[in-house]
C-alpha cells in the first residue's frame, strides 16, 4: 500500500531554533507538494515541485522558509529561525503528471509547535 | 489567498441521517475535488467532479458538480460513526497555474 511518509510526525521546538520536515513521496510520483494547515487559515500551498524542479513557492515566507527536493525520494521543508507563528501542521502530498494537481495524495503531517 | 466558501462550518448529526454540504466560488472551475481528513491524518480524496453538471457516487456519498462551474455539492446518506472527520472541498481553474483552492472545510459529528 504506497503511501506518502513524513517525519518527524510531532516537533516542539523553541523560537529562533532550525525546523527540518522531510517527505518521502510515493514512487513513481513526480509532483510534490507542500502545505500549511492551520485553524484560521486552513490548507495553504506553500510550494510545490515537479521532477525535482521547484515550479512555485510563492506561498512560502521567502525570508526563513526553504523547500529542496535532493533527490526523487526526498522533499524537505526548512524554517530558520522559526517563530511561534509557524505552529502549525505541515503536509506533503505528491501525485503524477498533470493529473497530480487534481489526485494529490497527502502524508501524515507534521504538527509542529514553536513556543 | 483565495479561498472557497465552504457551508456549514460544523454539523452535529443522529447516526443514519443524512448529511449536505456545500462550496461557492466567486471564480469558474474547471475539477471540483472532496477530501475527507481524519483526526491526526492527512486529507484523502472521496471523489472528484470534471464536468459541470457531472453527478458521481462513491458509496454513500454523492457529489455533483455545478452547472455554474461556481460550486459543488456532497451528499452522505444514513451516515454512520466512521463519517466522523473534517470534509474539505477543492477547486482548480485553468489559470492560476492549476493550483488547488481549498474551502475551510466541514466538521462533521455523528452520534451514535
Known amino acids: 500500500d504506497a503511501r506518502v511518509t513524513q517525519t518527524p510526525r510531532h516537533k516542539v521546538t523553541e523560537m529562533g531554533q532550525e525546523v527540518t520536515m522531510r517527505c518521502q513521496p510515493i514512487?513513481?510520483?513526480?509532483?510534490v507538494f507542500w502545505y500549511r494547515q492551520t485553524m484560521m487559515q486552513g490548507l495553504e500551498l506553500l510550494a510545490y515541485?515537479?521532477?525535482?524542479?521547484?515550479?512555485?513557492d510563492s506561498g512560502m515566507p521567502k525570508d526563513r522558509f526553504s523547500a529542496e527536493m535532493p533527490d526523487a525520494t526526498l522533499a524537505t521543508l526548512k524554517i530558520q529561525p522559526s517563530e511561534p507563528r509557524d505552529s502549525a501542521v505541515y503536509f506533503c502530498a505528491s501525485g503524477t503528471g498533470l493529473a497530480g494537481m487534481e489526485t494529490q495524495y497527502f502524508g501524515p503531517g507534521t504538527r509542529l509547535l514553536v513556543l | 489567498g483565495q479561498q472557497l466558501n465552504q457551508s456549514p462550518q460544523s454539523m452535529f448529526i443522529q447516526e443514519g441521517e443524512d448529511v449536505s454540504m456545500n462550496c461557492t466560488s466567486s471564480?469558474?472551475?474547471?475539477?471540483w475535488l472532496w477530501y475527507k481528513q481524519d483526526p491526526g491524518e492527512g486529507p484523502v480524496l472521496l471523489i472528484a467532479l470534471y464536468k459541470a453538471g457531472e453527478l458521481t457516487s462513491n458509496g454513500r456519498l454523492t457529489a455533483q458538480f455545478g452547472i455554474t462551474r461556481k460550486d459543488s455539492f456532497l451528499n452522505i446518506s444514513a451516515s454512520i460513526p466512521s463519517d466522523v472527520g473534517i470534509y474539505f472541498c477543492?477547486?482548480?481553474?485553468?489559470?492560476?497555474?492549476?493550483?488547488?483552492?481549498w474551502g475551510l472545510g466541514t466538521s462533521l459529528a455523528v452520534n451514535p
Open positions: 477543492a477547486g482548480q481553474s485553468a489559470g492560476n497555474n492549476r493550483k488547488l483552492i
Open positions: 514512487l513513481g510520483h513526480n509532483t
Open positions: 515541485f515537479r521532477n525535482r524542479a521547484p515550479l512555485d
Open positions: 471564480s469558474i472551475f474547471n475539477t
